[in-house]
């Protein structure tokens, strides 16, 4: 478990131990610019990352395009899902084939640029932050309003300190793999995080419209995120507080190694230069 924390603690742009996950439903018309945005995204950073993308039950073309892509670009996985099992599903799909130490959460439908979103979230995830979210600016799909309250619910609530939970995000792996997804839903892991006391940070991040399709998400999922919010107040009152608790030390732990791990790297350095 120490082995495993240490290794998540060091700043992913350094481990580079990072799988890019996109969910797909009906996004033909975005496929192409998006895999050429993620190949220019690891031509700019100079190493390239795994991509998983997991197509949720298209009905369009995108089974086509994306069997032809996965043979362009070397780094993309497909997984496809038979039926739609919904953005939870595809997390629980996404957990159960990942194994690196962070997972980057894209969009296929490129409200989020990869090739500015990447880099900066790969960079504000320094040595004890657990997970870093994107944020929104000069969003403009109409959903403000609704987000809103539902961030600052959730910073009431459970000591979020961030304005935007619920969209691009690279966070740890293995705090993910002991939380019950099904009850948590994908909305409020963070929220879940941020309540166990583990630090959740933000960027700044540009929103850009939508580039080709209709969004998924409509008016219903406000009703649904309510019964989902009260059912998890009462899960997490009754049983989430203690999950994930028995790392906390061996955390800090891990933390304190990498420091003493860079002091010494710096020394090193020093000491060569100036022989």
């Given at each position: 478990?120490?082995?495993?924390?240490?290794s998540a603690n060091f700043p992913p742009s350094q481990s580079r131990s990072v799988t890019v996950v996109i969910p797909a439903l009906n996004e033909e018309g975005?496929?192409?610019?998006?895999?050429?945005?993620?190949?220019?995204?690891?031509?700019?950073?100079?190493?390239?990352?795994?991509?998983?993308?997991?197509?949720?039950?298209?009905?369009?073309?995108?089974?086509?395009?994306?069997?032809?892509?996965?043979?362009?670009?070397?780094?993309?996985?497909?997984?496809?899902?038979?039926?739609?099992?919904?953005?939870?599903?595809?997390?629980?799909?996404?957990?159960?084939?990942?194994?690196?130490?962070?997972?980057?959460?894209?969009?296929?439908?490129?409200?989020?640029?990869?090739?500015i979103d990447i880099p900066f979230l790969l960079a504000a995830c320094v040595p004890g932050v657990d997970a870093v979210a994107g944020w929104r600016q000069k969003?403009?799909?109409?959903?403000?309003?609704?987000?809103?309250?539902?961030?600052?619910?959730?910073?009431?609530?459970?000591?979020?300190?961030?304005?935007?939970?619920?969209?691009?995000?690279?966070?740890?792996?293995?705090?993910?793999?002991?939380?019950?997804?099904?009850?948590?839903?994908?909305?409020?892991?963070?929220?879940?995080?941020?309540?166990?006391?583990?630090?959740?940070?933000?960027?700044?991040?540009?929103?850009?419209?939508?580039?080709?399709?209709?969004?998924?998400?409509?008016?219903?999922?406000?009703?649904?995120?309510?019964?989902?919010?009260?059912?998890?107040?009462?899960?997490?009152?009754?049983?989430?507080?203690?999950?994930?608790?028995g790392d906390k030390e061996q955390k800090n732990v891990a933390i304190s190694y990498i420091d003493i791990y860079q002091q010494k790297s710096v020394f090193l350095?020093?000491?060569?230069?100036?022989?």
């Amino acid at each position: 478990m120490l082995n495993t924390i240490f290794s998540a603690n060091f700043p992913p742009s350094q481990s580079r131990s990072v799988t890019v996950v996109i969910p797909a439903l009906n996004e033909e018309g975005n496929l192409e610019k998006l895999l050429l945005y993620l190949a220019e995204t690891f031509q700019n950073l100079y190493f390239t990352l795994p991509v998983v993308l997991i197509d949720d039950g298209s009905t369009d073309g995108s089974p086509e395009i994306l069997a032809r892509l996965s043979k362009q670009y070397n780094f993309l996985k497909v997984i496809r899902h038979p039926q739609r099992r919904g953005v939870t599903g595809v997390w629980k799909t996404a957990l159960a084939h990942v194994t690196t130490d962070w997972i980057f959460w894209g969009q296929a439908d490129l409200e989020s640029d990869p090739r500015i979103d990447i880099p900066f979230l790969l960079a504000a995830c320094v040595p004890g932050v657990d997970a870093v979210a994107g944020w929104r600016q000069k969003r403009g799909d109409g959903k403000n309003l609704a987000s809103s309250v539902a961030n600052f619910t959730c910073r009431l609530v459970f000591d979020l300190t961030i304005h935007d939970m619920n969209w691009i995000k690279l966070v740890r792996r293995d705090l993910l793999l002991s939380l019950p997804i099904e009850k948590i839903t994908h909305r409020y892991l963070l929220a879940i995080l941020a309540a166990q006391g583990y630090r959740i940070t933000e960027v700044p991040t540009p929103w850009h419209p939508r580039y080709s399709g209709q969004s998924k998400f409509g008016k219903g999922r406000l009703v649904s995120s309510s019964i989902d919010f009260c059912k998890l107040c009462w899960w997490f009152q009754t049983e989430g507080r203690r999950i994930n608790q028995g790392d906390k030390e061996q955390k800090n732990v891990a933390i304190s190694y990498i420091d003493i791990y860079q002091q010494k790297s710096v020394f090193l350095v020093d000491l060569i230069s100036h022989r």
